[in-house]
C-alpha cells in the first residue's frame, strides 16, 4: 500500500482578490506562508520517502517549507501545474464577463468544452495530469509521497485515482493550504481525507 499525501499550495494575493491564476507564477502571501509552516507540523511524523510539486512557485515553496526539516529534495513537475487560463490570467470573472459574454461556456456542463482563449482545455489538463499519473509509480508500492500543487491537477489526480470521470474534477472542494490522503493498491485507491484544513485552524491554548 502506498500512501498519497495530496497538498493544496498555499494562498496568493491573487487568489485572495478573487482572480484566476493558473500558469501565472506568483508567490505565497505571507497567510500563504503560515499555511505552509502549519502543513509541515502537521506532516511532521510522516516518513516521507519522496516529494512531487508542480514547477510553479506558490507550489513549489509550499513543498520545501513542508519537506525544510528533512535531509530530501523536491522533483518538480510541469504537467503539475494548475489549467492555463490563457487570457482570463489575473481577472475577476466579472471582468471576464464583461469582455468575453460567452465566458460560461468554458465551464460548461460537460466540463471538457472548449480551451480557455490563449489558453488550455480540461481534456489537456487532463492527459498532463496522466503523466504524472506514471511518475508516481518510481517510489516503491509501500512508500508515503507527498505531491504538491493546484486544485485543478489534484482533483483530476483523486478522480482518476479513485476510478472516477475526470471530468468531474470540478464537484471536489480543495482549499489553499489542505491535505488529502489516498492510500493506492494494486488496482485501487481509498481515499482517507479530503480537503482536510484542522492545522490551518487558529490555535486556542485549550
Known sequence: MARLLLVRHGSTALQVAGRYCGHTD?????????QAECLRERLSDEGIAAAYSSDLCRAMATASIVVERRN???TPVAELREINFGLFE???FREIEADY???ARFWSADRGGPA???GESITALVARVEIV???LKGPSPNDTVLVVAHKGPLSVLICLLLGMDPLEWWRLSLD???LSLIETYANSAVIRLLNDVCHLEPRTGR
Open 72 to 74: 530530501m529534495n523536491v
Open 90 to 92: 489575473g481577472r475577476t
Open 116 to 118: 480557455f482563449p490563449e
Open 26 to 34: 506568483v508567490p505565497l502571501s505571507t497567510e500563504g506562508l503560515r
Open 101 to 103: 459574454p460567452d465566458a
Open 176 to 178: 489553499c493550504g489542505s
Open 133 to 135: 499519473m506514471a511518475k
